[in-house]
């Protein structure tokens, strides 16, 4: 099995639904910039690997054709949310396996003002068993994901008495880390008062500036063997110690718990799965990309993937632990909440982001002395996939 380098990143500036180049002018974009950073051309890319949700078939085709037409192959990848980082974890397959050495995931995402929408209207949703127990748990007149990702977040403040003002940290400090990132969509930066403030849209649980906004955008990777990085005189000062992606288990369905339908055991075996395989646990990570689509899941995500116990998360925002000078400072780009969301695109972001930060290129946002950074990108239906980066 190869050692997995990440040889070059790329994203490109999130935009407003409507303030977007198209799909495929950012897509190559991404690709290009990812191929600068790598230091190399696309004919020395051997595979790519395309994540978008809301497009056409063959729409990767379409971005790649953009910079070039190498005849390689090439999979269209959609995962909903975590598309960009399943993606990843297929390019990274490819490489580890031997199968080539050198392979590119890009994603990216032109989206539409609004909630989110099902556009194949002739055939069941795949979230209609989701939505259902989703109704049965929660009564609220909303849209699906805030139903969703509200209702966890509700479970836990039920359960541990957890106050609306914590998810409303999370939010401003996902703000003040957004401030030193020029790629992120919302720079100013806004207080916990700001949050609570702001119009509600589910009374006693979440105010609008807790939620992610739907944005356009994408980012690549380039990932190599070691022995390829090398032998083109790449940089392999990052790679992959582990990576894993996990699907729903029953509870899911069965526990009646809001936490379990938006993924909670997802992530925590697909953590478990990274942490075994690289024998390290979640104390030793210092930075961390996480998936906040809304304020709420950050919670959750805490305890799922180890860097808090279960029913600590709100001691763990109180004590400072997810920022700078804490034990863990998480989603140091501003995160989904504050860099945007363009689903296909948003798990490359990650990536981009944690691969900047060991390279030790993040300016203001560096977080010192990290040699081990987690991503995880989540996306109901449902797929989760943690990465595990290394600084060598």
């Known amino acids: 099995m190869n050692n997995v380098v990440v040889a070059g990143v790329g994203m490109i500036p999130f935009a407003k639904p409507g303030g977007s180049e198209p799909y495929y002018v950012m897509a190559s ?13 696309l004919e020395k890319v051997q595979q790519a690997y395309a994540g978008y949700v809301y497009g056409d078939s063959t729409a990767g085709q379409r971005g790649l054709y953009e910079v070039g037409m190498t005849g390689i192959p090439l999979v269209n990848v959609n995962n909903n949310c975590s598309t960009g980082s399943s993606a990843l974890f297929l ?33 069941e949703s795949p979230m209609s068993k989701f939505e259902e127990v989703t109704s049965e748990l929660t009564t609220e007149d909303l849209p699906s994901a805030l139903r969703m990702f509200g209702g966890a977040g509700e479970a836990h403040m039920r359960e541990f008495g957890t106050k609306m003002e914590t998810f409303a940290k999370i939010r401003a400090k ?44 994408a980012a690549a990777a380039i990932v190599t063997s070691e022995t390829f990085a090398k032998k083109h005189g790449l940089d392999t000062s990052v790679r992959i110690r582990a990576q894993a992606m996990t699907t729903d288990v029953p509870a899911a369905f069965d526990a009646r718990d809001m ?31 996480l998936h906040d689509c809304f304020a709420h ?76 950074a987690l991503q995880h990108n989540l996306g109901l239906g449902g797929a989760c996939v943690v990465t595990l980066y290394e600084k060598v």
Not at 107 to 121: D, K, P, S
Not at 281 to 288: L, N, S
Not at 320 to 340: E, H, R
Not at 351 to 369: A, D, H, N, P
């Open 29 to 41: 974009k991404a690709i290009r910039r990812a191929l600068e950073n790598a230091g190399i051309g």
């Open 91 to 123: 390019a990274r397959q490819a490489v580890e396996s031997g199968a080539v050495d050198c392979a590119i995931a890009f994603g990216f995402e032109e989206m539409e003002r609004g909630a989110l929408g099902t556009y194949f209207r002739h055939l």
């Open 174 to 217: 996902a703000s003040r880390h957004a401030t030193n990132n020029p790629l992120a969509i919302f720079r100013d930066e806004v207080t916990e008062e700001d949050v609570m403030n702001s119009p509600l849209m589910w009374p006693g649980v979440m105010t609008r500036l807790m939620a992610c906004p739907p944005t356009c955008g």
């Open 259 to 289: 936490r379990e339908v938006v993924g909670f055991s997802m992530a925590k075996n697909a953590a478990n799965q990274v942490y075994e395989a690289a024998g390290i646990g979640p104390k030793d990570i210092r930075v961390a990309e």
């Open 297 to 372: 899941n950050e919670l959750v995500t805490y305890e799922a993937i180890g860097l808090c116990p279960v029913g600590g998360a709100e001691k763990f925002v109180e004590d400072g632990d997810n920022t700078y000078g804490g034990q863990v400072v998480t989603n140091p780009s501003g995160g989904l909440l504050s860099k945007g969301h363009p689903l296909g695109a948003t798990g490359l972001a990650q990536c981009t982001e944690l691969v900047e930060q060991l390279r030790g290129k993040s300016e203001k946002r560096q977080v010192e002395g990290a040699k081990l």
